[in-house]
């Protein structure tokens, strides 16, 4: 249960009620005090500690409703009272037993029509137990790890495992049974069985929905940082995301320039120098160390099978700007362009749909491209210069040109390839790659933009 708890923390603060590790744990000691039997109980406690003011306890109710919905009201169908006139047929005399229940005194309680076993699951629908259906469906929650579901076309696959963790197969096996014998009460308790599991069916799928919203509120981020380039596009806000991902880059790169720029404690010197005051370390001695800004140019592949990878890499790079200042951008699918400009005169998203459409989904010619980069910026790659190249490698047999590739990575400081490929794809078919990778400082498989981030991030603490 604490672990419930932490989820419905980590809703409350995504939707903007802040709440903090140590009120956390206040929460939990508060429902340990409590008890979790008496839901108002349960929700006072958790309102105490959590909302803090009318505003916050406006958020607070509407995600306590939400977060712990128990359902499975009770449907009068599946049991009808005892002194209903259902308990008796139009002669007057008793109906017969329900498969399942049994004679009283006749030792065959407990099994259903044809002799096989009534289950559990079959018991609580028909009874109407909410709360003992209620607590199976939170242990097949737990059972499946329900908590684990990312991406939309898993709703199925964990409604499913709900179902069978409360015990859907042995359900099944019992409506089975029941068909197979025959008679009117057999007929009569498969059909409310199949009734009362159509609303348990619903009931699962809120759940799994629920869950499912939950984790795109929680984890919107980490979700998309793992889905592929090919359909990221399909998420609105995509945007927003590589930016905040930018930024956590930036904020951290920050600190390392001010560490730089501060220097590291030189111990030698510093005890040097203060000798003069018998040991004491009056004015510490600092060795500094150069870094210099990046300087980045970043090719990138623009024809159809690699468009995406590409729009993403420039949006990343040139979210970057703050530390990556000297960046240049050049396009090519069958020619190489530089796009720089684009940039700077119009904003990022705007520049990469105006590449796009003026050089991008032709066909591709590596040789080409890199014929074009040496004549466009032969004598501004030097030392400081870190090369990114963005591209599968597949060059439609054309000459692969891996010579000028060589004296780049003899003049640059180095050459980064990013190939949207797995890597037990590369030299398939019509990919150079296996030409070009000695020709380069360091190349990745990067599908994703958690390894664009993870490149770049090693890109700025080595360039």
Known sequence: MDRKLTEFAALLRNNGLPVSPPEVADAVHAVHTVGYADRQRFHDALSCTLAKSLPHREVFERCFDNFFQFGLAPDNTASAPADSDTDTEQNGSPPPPLPGQGSAGSGSGGSSGGGSAASALGEQLMAGDTNALALALAQAVETARLQNIRVITQKGLFGRRLL????????????????????????????????????LRSEIRDTVERYFQLARRQD???????VDFATLREFRDVERVVQRMARRLITVHRRRDKLAARGLLDVKATLRHNVAYDGVLMQPRWRHIRKDRPRVMAVCDVSRSVSQHARFLLLFLYS????????RAFAFSSTLHEVTKSFERLPVEAAIDEVMDHYGFGSTDYGQAFRDLDDLARHDIDRRTTLIILGDARNNNGEAEANLLHQFHDRAKQVIWLNPEARNRWG???????????????????RNLGDLERIVDRLLKSA
């Not at 919107?220 to 793992?226: C, G, N, Y």
């Not at 970057?320 to 960046?327: G, R, S, T």
């Open 320 to 327: 970057l700007q703050e530390v990556i200042p000297k960046l």
């Open 220 to 226: 919107r981020d980490a979700i998309m940082r793992d």
């Open 164 to 199: 069978n963790a409360m015990g859907g197969e042995a359900l099944e096996a019992e409506i089975s049974a029941l068909d197979r014998d025959g008679s009117a009460s057999a007929q009569r308790r498969a059909e409310a069985l199949r009734q009362a599991r159509q609303r």
């Open 428 to 446: 398939s078919g019509d990919s150079e790659m296996l030409r070009y990778l000695p020709a380069c400082t360091h190349a990745h498989s990067c």
